[in-house]
């Protein structure tokens, strides 16, 4: 019984962290960041409501927004696997998430590219590749990543992880 009272007294349990502040700065990226990514997607619906409404007033198509819907998907993915990668890196063990949610990913990722090629065989022509950039970065930026934890979980940090 003494064991569990000691651990669950924040005042006798230690964090990894050497310093109080890091939680802190986390913190606050993880809010700088939400606001940006917020700020910028609002922003890209009320472009795409004023071509809807008035598409004489500003220079763009609704075309033209999705193109900046789908550079904001990819801004917001890169940014979503960065500070998994550097807590990982941090804590040297990537205990405490699942990794078969990463595996999944991999095999979407893999399976999105083999669509833009299986495209590209059946139409004869590079387009179909050249034609969906962000589907093609979207995949390649979802392998890359999940092939950098599948190595930190099971090559790098093997054992502190289980």
């Known amino acids: 019984m003494a064991l569990y009272r000691h651990s ?3 005042r006798n349990s230690r964090s990894r962290s050497t310093s109080g502040s890091d939680s ?3 913190g606050y990226l993880r809010t700088v960041v939400a606001v940006f990514v917020g700020v910028f997607v609002l922003a890209v619906c009320v472009l795409g409501g004023l071509v809807g409404l008035a598409p004489g007033l500003l220079a763009l198509t609704m075309l033209d927004v999705l193109y900046l819907l789908s550079a904001a998907k990819l801004a917001i993915t890169i940014f979503k696997y960065l500070p998994q990668v550097h807590e ?8 405490g998430w699942n990794i078969w949610n990463v595996l999944l990913d991999l095999g ?4 999105s590219i083999a669509q833009l090629l299986l495209d590209c065989v059946r139409n004869k022509e590079w ?9 093609l970065l979207l995949g ?7 092939v950098v934890f599948v190595l930190q979980h099971y090559c790098l940090y093997p054992y502190l992880s289980r």
Do not use: E, W
């Open 127 to 135: 387009a179909p590749l050249t034609g969906n950039p962000v589907k």
């Open 108 to 111: 979407g990722g893999t399976l």
């Open 8 to 10: 669950s007294n924040p």
């Open 140 to 146: 390649n930026i979802s392998i890359f990543f999940d």
């Open 88 to 95: 990982n890196y941090r804590r040297q063990s990537t205990q």
């Open 24 to 26: 802190g700065k986390c």
